[in-house]
């Protein structure tokens, strides 16, 4: 997020992608996935670019503002959880920040052309002509807790493209805390970002080389085979992969940019790192929103089932201590919740000691 902001109006693909990628770390709290976020800002700060960030905002309009002044910053969001669910909550209509993602997901393919703000109604005879920005370029970078960000996803995300166009970098360990000194800027990154804070005067084109293009071919038509099982069993998951060779040129794009100053070709070495970051981040997410997102409460309720169980490990979880951690459901929902998932083949159910039953997921090996 850092390089993509700084590289922003100096180059390009040949296709026209530029570097502006929306990045979301995810993971437990005290994990560390803050460190990033507060490094980022410091190193902007403190090599006179404070300009090219901007904190959370509220609107479409406040994002317009922003580019007003400025077409080219890194939206930082602390706690982006919470922050995306007034984004996406489709029963908040009147929210400003519902205006929001339209104005995301545009600004995520306007890179490189020309955004157009809202056209708002003449305030007393007065018209207001709508923003024009040339080459806007705006790069996002979060942070949040899976539970709480996943749970205020919904299916919508994976038809729109909202999920797609991001890259979640997600933890799934804890790690124990650790006390360490402040973090200081090497010198070599302070002079990287003081040679690329200014505003650009021309855009240079940076191409693949035959090998590099040869590895986005291949990645492009397993991403199509990709698509194309969702449109057979309507595996909406598999749409997560729908701005996937996109992203993946843009971070091969900023791995060359970065090395050679935006002089040498993209290699294949910067698009196979590229695919392979892409593909192994998407399966995180395919894999997450199967666990967590679902349509319905009854279907987030089994979800929830599931990870209960899950997380109990190979040896099982027992009746008593199941329903200790499903305390928010009814016994009757429960335990129609429990029929069905055993019934689906979801759980397995078998007797402990003294007639206890044992809950396990999927069928056993």
């Not at 797609?164 to 010198?187: D, H, M, Y």
Request: with cysteine; hydrophobic share 35%; proline share 3%.
């Amino acid at each position: 997020s850092l390089a993509g902001t700084l590289y922003g109006q100096h180059v390009q693909t040949e296709d026209g992608q530029r570097t502006n990628v929306f990045c979301m770390t995810v993971g437990y709290t005290s994990c560390g996935k803050g460190h990033p976020l507060t490094m980022l800002a410091r190193t902007l700060d403190e090599c006179g670019a404070t300009h090219l960030r901007l904190g959370q905002v509220t609107s479409d309009s406040a994002v317009e503002y922003a580019l007003r002044r400025n077409p080219r910053f890194a939206l930082l969001i602390d706690e982006a959880g919470h922050f995306f669910a007034g984004v996406t909550d489709t029963k908040s209509t009147g929210s400003p920040l519902r205006s929001l993602k339209p104005a995301l997901l545009e600004l995520w393919s306007s890179a490189g052309g020309r955004w157009k703000g809202k056209q708002r109604v003449p305030n007393r005879d007065k018209e207001s002509e709508p923003a024009v920005i040339d080459d806007p370029h705006v790069c996002l970078f979060g942070m949040t807790q899976p539970q709480i960000f996943f749970d205020g996803v919904s299916k919508t995300e994976l038809r729109d493209g909202w999920l797609a166009r991001n890259l979640f970098f997600i933890s799934k360990t804890r790690p124990k805390p650790r006390f360490v000194a402040k973090s200081e800027i090497p010198a070599r990154l302070r002079r990287e970002v003081l040679g690329w804070r200014s505003e650009s005067e021309a855009v240079t084109t940076v191409a693949a080389d035959a090998a590099a293009r040869a590895v986005f071919e291949a990645f492009n038509d397993e991403v199509y085979e990709k698509m194309l099982v969702a449109d057979r069993t309507g595996d909406e998951t598999n749409y997560l992969y729908g701005k996937a060779l996109e992203n993946a040129r843009r971070v091969a794009l900023i791995l060359a940019t970065g090395r050679h100053g935006g002089r040498e070709a993209i290699g294949e070495r910067d698009a196979v790192y590229a695919c392979t970051l892409v593909k192994y981040l998407i399966g995180d997410v395919i894999r997450a929103v199967r666990e967590t997102v679902a349509e319905s409460p009854d279907e987030k309720a089994k979800k929830r089932i599931l990870q209960v169980v899950a997380q109990a490990g190979r040896e099982g979880i027992s009746r008593n201590e199941l329903t200790r951690k499903t305390q928010f459901l009814r016994k009757q929902f429960r335990d129609e919740y429990l029929e069905d998932l055993v019934e689906g083949g979801e759980l397995t159910l078998s007797m402990g000691k003294g007639g206890m039953e044992i809950y396990e997921i999927g069928c056993s090996e």
